[in-house]
């Protein structure tokens, strides 16, 4: 924490009219247990109100706000034969991550506590809340209408609230976001001062006011837009999306190119899709009338699943971000964090997100698609192009989710796991169509001759015995199949 801040946070908050029900002023307070009760009373304080923290300042006066400096010492301070920040960890709860710090201010020796504001739940200092209102501290039991409205607005922390890049200048948030292309990719015309910029930015939570007249960036402002995710801390950088290609099937092979995209996830996400694209081998698809040349993989298909990827991994997962890998005969994308759904349910289930603020921005900005119809459209892609079915996995260790796209296969030359899950996604895709899947329409989908029907029927009969599918009418055997869960 840079000193030059440090100054500029006590001066905002001096220069507020009177002490706030986040602030509280002391000169030389020692006693511990009083120190204790102010941290739970602030840190409930800030959580009421909305905003990241309170603030607990020792070497202030509380009738002008003077600096009059203290002699208060956190690291000498010893409570029962406990250092003080020790002492007061084991009783406050849950725990918090509490910043004593010295300010030399050019008027006097300061002493700030930056408490955070309770996420989880009311932050108990001996088993008891407290809350400030006013200059009191009360017990938070003794005020149930502000207790319930407390509770209401305490949530789990959220990654994209946290901050990226703290006390930045207003030349350096433009020299490190993009913010051109968030105007681009939302449509909205660019305006033609700072004030408008930074009015939109602030209002997208991509940026936020800091003290002295200075700004932060927030995660979500950097990963998506920043301009090289290199200038922010290792949790911005290291989710940088990475691409390798193999000149065969597995990774021993030789790389023949490695890619590491420096750019936002969003300001950054056209080129790399145009990249991944100009990588892939071309493949033959003969349609009705004509032999046409297409990717190995249709750009649809690759776009969405990369987009699920940045936008549905888990940020909390240090070091690591959303990696894609092309093989000889495969593409596999993938990106930390067990997945929300059962991956059976990918092609169906409602979209489920732990980033929604990124979510919402990126479909706003038609990067993925609304209403969680991408995955849909992946597997109907596919289905067009006769490619083995895209293999969604879970992997435990590391925690991740991979899905594989795999090149050109003849039906002969699908395992029977490829041929059941096809099967199975074929059924699906059907019934969000309000259609069953039938022996012809899935002999279609493997681009076989008709008189290969019994082969199609050992497929149905292989998804039948796992439980993959079931019969549209039980008492109807020949009326179709949908997915079991239909």
């Known amino acids: 924490m840079s000193l030059e801040r440090d100054i500029a946070l006590v001066d905002d908050l001096r220069a507020k009219s009177s002490e706030s029900a986040c602030v509280e002023f002391k000169s030389n307070l020692e006693h511990?247990?009083?120190?204790?009760?102010?941290?739970?009373?602030?840190?409930?304080?800030?959580?009421?109100?909305g905003i990241p923290f309170g603030y607990l300042v020792?070497?202030?006066k509380d009738g002008d706000?003077?600096?009059?400096?203290?002699?208060f010492d956190p690291d000498r301070v010893r409570e029962n034969s406990e250092p003080l920040e020790f002492w007061l960890s084991r009783r406050l709860q849950p725990d918090?991550?509490?910043?004593?710090?010295?300010?030399?201010?050019?008027?006097g020796r300061l002493i700030l506590l930056e408490i955070p504001a309770a996420t989880k739940a009311p932050i108990e200092f001996d088993r008891v809340s407290y809350i400030r209102i006013s200059s009191a501290?009360?017990?938070l039991s003794d005020y149930p209408?502000?207790?319930?409205?407390?509770w209401a607005k305490l949530q789990p922390l959220i990654w994209e609230d946290g901050i990226a890049a703290q006390f930045v200048s207003a030349d350096d948030v433009l020299a490190m976001l993009d913010y051109s292309s968030y105007f681009d990719l939302t449509e909205l015309p660019l305006p033609d001062n700072r004030h408008g910029i930074f009015e939109r930015l602030a209002q997208e939570r991509l940026i936020i006011k800091d003290a002295g007249e200075k700004w932060n960036i927030t995660n979500l402002g950097a990963i998506l837009f920043a301009k090289n995710l290199a200038d922010f801390g290792p949790q911005i950088k290291r989710k940088a999306v990475r691409f390798t290609a193999y000149a065969g099937k597995g990774g021993h092979d030789t790389v023949s190119h490695r890619v590491e995209v420096k750019k936002g996830y969003a300001s950054g996400f056209s080129a790399l899709v145009e990249f991944i694209r100009d990588m892939l081998p071309a493949n033959e698809h003969i349609g009705a009338a004509f032999r046409t040349s297409h990717p190995m993989f249709p750009e649809i298909a690759v776009r969405e699943l990369i987009a699920?990827?940045?936008?549905?991994?888990?940020?909390t997962v240090r070091g690591a971000g959303p990696s894609i890998q092309l093989f000889s005969d495969r593409m596999e994308i993938t990106n930390p964090?067990?997945?929300?759904?059962?991956?059976?349910?990918?092609?169906?289930?409602?979209p489920r997100s732990r980033n929604e603020a990124v979510a919402a921005l990126m479909r706003r900005m038609n990067i993925c698609e609304e209403e969680g119809k991408g995955i849909d459209k992946v597997i109907a892609a596919v289905e067009v192009f006769q490619l083995p079915p895209p293999d969604f996995q879970s992997i435990l260790e590391p925690s991740s989710t991979r899905v594989i796209l795999q090149a050109p296969k003849s039906f002969a030359e699908m395992s029977v796991e490829d041929r059941v899950r096809a099967c199975y996604q074929h059924s699906v895709l059907l019934k969000l169509q309000g259609q069953v899947m039938r022996n012809a329409s899935l002999r279609e989908r493997f681009g076989i001759e008709p008189s290969n029907k019994a082969q199609v029927s050992k497929v149905i009969g292989a998804a039948l015995e796992r439980g993959l599918i079931r019969p549209s009418d039980p008492e109807k055997p020949r009326a179709g199949y949908v997915p079991f869960w239909a």
């Open 32 to 49: 511990a247990p009083t120190i204790g009760k102010y941290i739970s009373a602030l840190s409930n304080s800030a959580a009421y109100a």
């Open 58 to 60: 020792w070497g202030v």
């Open 65 to 71: 706000h003077a600096v009059a400096g203290t002699d």
């Open 96 to 107: 918090l991550a509490l910043s004593f710090r010295e300010i030399s201010h050019p008027d």
């Open 137 to 139: 501290t009360p017990r």
């Open 145 to 150: 209408e502000r207790q319930r409205a407390l």
């Open 308 to 315: 699920n990827a940045v936008i549905h991994q888990d940020m």
């Open 337 to 350: 964090g067990q997945p929300l759904v059962s991956t059976d349910r990918f092609i169906d289930a409602p």
